[in-house]
């Protein structure tokens, strides 16, 4: 079953839910509050090691892993 990610709406509480994807698009209960959370959209980062065996992000596949940002010069990472 695919993970997903919610946020709820009353406690802006971020959450993960395992589910079929059959349920993929219905509300969720937050595990904080009990109120109703939508699911977001996922963001992921990309890491690929370069010449020096250190791991970096490939550019354009995600966001940067440490701030979100999609652009990872904001955070010098």
Known sequence: MPIY???CGKCKTRFE???PISKSGDAADCPSCKGQAKRIMSKFACFSPN???D???ISGAGGCATCGSTNCS???N
């Open 5 to 7: 990610e919610y946020v």
């Open 51 to 53: 010449e020096m065996g």
């Open 17 to 19: 839910l395992m589910r």
């Open 74 to 76: 904001t955070c010098n």
């Open 55 to 57: 791991m970096k992000p």
